[in-house]
């Protein structure tokens, strides 16, 4: 079993940055490939961004494209998603997810990813 606990959301600026952290409780953090999705009040969850476990491979949502990166630190059992450049779209809550796959290919497919974290809220004011 994996917890995995989010930190760093809240309510910014348009065009102002938060950084997310997704701790996560496992000493085989360096198998799982990690993922961000997000959800927005009346939409579906959405893939945002994904990393493999070694960190080689990176995929993100076009919308993101260029303002947001994501990272892990497998020391430290911790994937980030640092957001530059928020617009009020960006508002959602967030989750990071853990999957023990290692194909990037699909590293946006939510049903490959066994572990969720509890989300973490995110607003954008215009």
């Known amino acids: 079993q994996v917890q995995l606990v989010e930190s760093g959301g809240g309510l910014v600026q348009a065009g102002g940055s938060l950084r997310l952290s997704c701790a996560a409780s496992?000493?085989?953090?360096?198998?799982?490939?990690m993922g961000w999705f997000r959800q927005a009040p009346g939409k579906e969850r959405e893939f945002v961004a994904g990393?493999?476990?070694?960190?080689?491979?990176?995929r993100y949502t076009d919308s993101v494209k260029g303002r947001f990166t994501i990272s892990r630190d497998n020391a430290e059992n911790t994937v980030y998603l640092q957001m530059n450049s928020l617009k009020p779209e960006d508002t959602a809550v967030y989750y990071c997810?853990?999957?023990?796959?290692?194909?990037?290919?699909?590293?946006?497919?939510?049903?490959?990813?066994?572990?969720w974290g509890q989300g973490t809220q995110v607003t954008v004011s215009s």
């Open positions: 997810a853990a999957g023990h796959f290692t194909s990037p290919a699909v590293i946006g497919v939510s049903s490959l990813y066994a572990y």
């Open positions: 496992t000493r085989t953090f360096s198998s799982y490939a």
């Open positions: 990393i493999t476990w070694s960190g080689g491979s990176t």
